[in-house]
């Protein structure tokens, strides 16, 4: 199992760095994540609310990972590296991280009296990824390459139609929660859920080469066939016992606009009955009252949002 963040983790807001509680409460989020076994987690815009040198300083000792493949400072230079490789059961995988593109340079942190002012930028998203899973595939050789993607979502979709080395795009930026994983040109698009609310899990079969397929696809385009063939079932009767010619012409036209369905439905899932030696399945875990929590973490989060308290 591998374990990974697609970032905005760390803050409430943008503009909650002001808060009592942020820096606790970022300081408590990133810990736990690294004690959990998070690999990685990619620099996302909420994550930098108290700056580069705080995410920095609150990962020295960690395991954990902070990526992004575009964050440089004032002179170009990266502030945290690109990517990660790392085995799991046997699959070498590679994960990239991107933060989102900024049109000029920008603070790097809140300004500290007598010292300079660092500064940061965000560089085009999709060369950056492109160039960094290319090299991933080329010099190491990975088996998988995930961009953990906390840019906006038409970015990701980009990102995911434009970079040919790229399997999957988990994003996060505007807080869209759960979905179904969306293929585009190259790689697929994961929602991993929002503020913590929901548990992500992506299984992966890895027994050949090419694309991966979705095998939630396949059943749903069954259900869906399901459906069209009972409508196609009550048109056929209903036009059976029609008995007027507007009434037959209509009924006609709702089978025959069926039938093309059906045959196109028919064509998707005989077109897949070759098995794929690559596949995904996405699933979630919804983290309510039903999921136990931990109690030793439990009191760490009442030290910082007491019980009764707005926050809690």
Known sequence: MLVLDA????????????????????ELLLSQMDAQGTAAMAVGERDLVLGVDFLKKGT???????????????????????????????????????????????????????????????????PAVAAEARRLREQDKVDVVVVLA????????????????????????????????????FATVVPPGDRGRQLARLELTLDGPGRFVDISERERTRQNLGIVEANLAKAREKLASATDDASKQSYTQAVSSLEARQAALKKVLEGGATSSGRTHLLSYTQLGAEVPGDPAVQKLVERIEPPGSAAH
């Not at 399997?167 to 293929?183: C, L, P, T, Y």
């Open 150 to 185: 906390a840019v906006p979502y038409d970015e990701a979709l980009r990102v995911a139609a434009q970079a040919e080395n790229v399997d999957f795009v988990v994003q996060s930026h505007e807080g869209r929660g759960v979905g179904i994983a969306q293929r585009q040109a």
């Open 60 to 126: 020295k000792k960690a395991k954990m990972k902070l990526l992004s493949a575009n964050l440089v400072d004032g002179e170009g230079k990266p502030y945290f590296p690109a990517s990660l490789v790392t085995d799991v059961g046997g699959v070498k995988v590679g994960v990239v991280g991107v933060s989102p593109a900024t049109e000029a340079p920008r603070p790097a942190g809140p300004p500290v009296k007598g010292k300079p002012q660092p500064m940061m930028r965000g560089l085009p998203v999709q």
């Open 7 to 26: 970032g905005n983790a760390l803050f409430k807001s943008r503009d909650s760095g002001e808060a009592p509680d942020a820096k606790a409460r970022a």
